[in-house]
């Protein structure tokens, strides 16, 4: 007897379509800018300089880490521009330093009654 099992996500909205090699379109354009832009990296430094060594491999590395950045950086369901325009609004645009104040509601509701006056409370 043949068994098809199907995984299915425990939260719907959280499902992504994946089509090479498990990443989805996102991942798999990104990617590929990542590798467009080091081995551009990589040619021009090979013109200009003749030989690419360590630094060239690092420059490389370093001309492709935004773009792998932005394929696949994911915080709470943003994703990296939606992050950074957020942290921008909260950080830069509508810094608020919260101050916490404690009320203290029965001590209030005490103040005005006759059982403070039967607790003998100053």
Do not use: H
Request: aromatic share 14%; charged share 20%.
């Amino acid at each position: 007897m043949i068994t098809i099992e199907v995984k299915i996500n425990k939260e719907v909205r959280n499902y992504q379509e994946r089509l090479f090699f498990g990443l989805n379109l996102r991942q798999l354009a990104f990617s590929a800018l990542a590798v467009t832009a080091a081995v551009a990296v990589y040619f021009s430094l090979r013109t200009a300089f003749g030989s690419v060594g360590d630094l060239g491999g690092w420059l490389c590395v370093l001309a492709a880490f935004p773009f792998a950045l932005c394929g696949f950086f994911q915080y709470n369901g943003l994703r990296f521009e939606q992050f950074i325009v957020a942290y921008i609004r909260s950080e830069l645009l509508c810094p608020k330093q919260l101050v916490f104040k404690a009320d203290n509601l029965y001590a209030r509701c005490l103040a005005n009654s006759s059982i403070r006056e039967a607790l003998k409370i100053d």
